[in-house]
T-cell receptor, first 111, second 115 residues
Framework: TQLLEQSPQFLSIQEGENLTVYCNSS?????LQWYRQEPGEGPVLLVT?????EVKKLKRLTFQFGDARKDSSLHITAAQPGDTGLYLC???????????FGQGTRLTINP | DTAVSQTPKYLVTQMGNDKSIKCEQN?????MYWYKQDSKKFLKIMFS???????INETVPNRFSPKSPDKAHLNLHINSLELGDSAVYFC??????????????FGEGSWLTVV
């Protein structure tokens, strides 16, 4: 059972445009993480959010945790080719030993 | 200095063979993992060890056997390889196993192709 659904699965846009990717679930998570995976590399953590409604910014990237802690979004402003990669969300629950990963959003920023 | 290193990075082998992937982390973490990423990029946990003790063992064929000789190493041995085993296998580590804000550090992956 896939507990975290990411959308869109594929996104290709031009440099300079804005975009939002989503991570949705019917279950509540205690924490939500976003990872970026570049071709030929392993995923690297970008951010962790733990409070409903929390917003975190990382330069041009804005991450939000839903009020009910069932969903999250990643917004990129003025996308650049260096933002190209696979974006994975991962949900954690208090006391749980494993994270649940979404299937990823493959983002391509064209020059 | 690589934090989580795994070898080999690429492995092409025939069906029926037995192969191993080795992993080492120099972060001093107490928990290590093996993840499998399929062709659709879905990342799924296979095993997790905390202080050399197996704590997560997902529904994985018995042909897959992890081994942790110490906290810094977690190897994966695969017997009788099948075509469906072709995937990227990621080793990873973290400090602690249930903390909400723990960061999982991934290796670069081992690309396994079974022909």
């Amino acid at each position: 059972t896939q507990l975290l659904e990411q959308s869109p699965q594929f996104l290709s846009i031009q440099e300079g445009e804005n975009l939002t990717v989503y991570c949705n679930s019917s279950s509540v998570f205690s924490s939500l993480q976003w990872y970026r995976q570049e071709p030929g590399e392993g995923p690297v953590l970008l951010v962790t959010v733990v409070t409903g409604g929390e917003v975190k910014k990382l330069k041009r990237l804005t991450f939000q945790f839903g009020d009910a802690r069932k969903d999250s979004s990643l917004h990129i402003t003025a996308a650049q080719p260096g933002d190209t990669g696979l974006y994975l969300c991962a949900g954690g629950r208090k006391g749980a030993q494993k994270l649940v990963f979404g299937q990823g959003t493959r983002l391509t920023i064209n020059p | 200095d690589t934090a989580v290193s795994q070898t080999p990075k690429y492995l092409v082998t025939q069906m029926g063979n037995d192969k191993s992937i080795k992993c080492e982390q120099n972060l001093g973490h107490d928990t290590m993992y093996w993840y499998k990423q399929d062709s659709k990029k879905f990342l799924k946990i296979m095993f997790s060890y905390n202080n050399k003790e197996l704590i997560i063992n997902e529904t994985v064929p018995n042909r897959f056997s992890p081994k942790s000789p110490d906290k810094a190493h977690l190897n994966l041995h695969i017997n009788s390889l099948e075509l469906g085993d072709s995937a990227v296998y990621f080793c990873a580590s973290s400090q602690g196993v249930t903390g909400l804000v723990r960061t999982i550090y991934f290796g670069e992956g081992s690309w396994l192709t079974v022909v």
